[in-house]
């Protein structure tokens, strides 16, 4: 099951106290506390698998290690060690305690984000020694670390992304086109959460089924809505099965339009899918009103390789784009 939202609390490390001590070597009184270890701080790092976020599924608070006391002859605490977690690319990190967003777009170590701040380790007696005081007994505490609560919420970057009215054949052609191994059959809903492929270097990404009311909550709800803000061009399929394509399209379009304004602004490319299943003249019927719309849509059937070979040219055009 992919996890694509889930709610965590994190803290940064607390930073530890300063020590209290005097040197031991003889001809050399005076104070020698050391002071305390900073506390770790928490980091984000995006890598590129998208299940990342199943290591949420069950625990929910993460903690970045306390920094060490101070200790004497001078001896400074350790600091904790840093916590990194590792969400996948495409992640929007909602901090709830503060109101910001921080969003995920690159991945490895060099991209690394903050997210909490360790506290730091207080003074030992050793740095308040004075003139006028040559055997303080004063010495800090540590601060504590940051502490925020995260909404994470998987939005994918996808090249392309696969939206229509459930059982249209979007999976299908995923699996055509790509090594994505998305599980298909003749009734709604087969695909209950999104899939990816790539090709070459696209990624394309098999959006579950919309249905009328989508934007509302109906059918799988606005839970996948969301993934389409976040893909650059649109392919959106509509079954030659259906009684009239072109109702088809202005549904999925207004639900698009209802949940962002934006998503009726992407490139988007119209096709009408299963093109084998009815006879030639209700498909150049059906394509013909759909053209209307989109004077570029055409028909598809991955039983039909010269109409999945003008998909792959598309996609072609668009990788070069890229």
Known sequence: MLIDDVTIRIS??????????????????????????????????????????GQFRYKK?????????????????????????????????????TGA?????????????LLAKGGNGGKGNFLFRSSRNTSPKQFQPGLPGESFEFRLELKFIADVGFVGLPNVGKSSLLNELTNAQSKVANYPFTTLEPHL??????????????????????????????????????????????????????????????YNKALLKKPERLFLTKSDTVAPAELKKKLA?????????????ILDDESVARVKKILNDIEREK
């Open 12 to 53: 940064a490390g607390r930073g530890n106290k300063g020590a209290v001590a005097f040197n031991k070597n003889l001809m050399s009184l005076g104070p020698a506390g050391g002071s305390g270890g900073k506390g770790g701080s928490v980091w984000v790092e995006g890598v590129s698998d998208l299940s990342a976020l």
């Open 61 to 97: 608070e993460f903690a970045a290690e306390d920094g060490q006391e101070g200790r004497s002859q001078f001896r400074d605490g350790h600091d904790g060690k840093d916590l990194i977690l590792k969400l996948p690319v495409g992640t929007v990190a909602h901090n709830l305690t």
């Open 101 to 113: 967003d921080i969003e995920i777009e690159r991945t490895g170590a060099d991209a690394r984000i």
């Open 197 to 258: 492929g790539v090709y070459y270097d696209l990624i394309l990404a098999d959006i579950p089924g919309l249905i009328e009311g989508s934007s509302q909550g109906k059918g799988l709800g606005t839970k996948f809505l969301r993934h389409i803000e976040r893909t650059r061009t649109l392919f959106h399929f509509i079954s030659v099965e259906s009684e009239s394509p072109v109702a088809d399209y202005k549904t999925i379009r207004k639900e698009l339009g209802t």
């Open 289 to 301: 009103s759909l053209r209307r719309i989109d004077k570029k849509a055409i028909a598809v059937s």
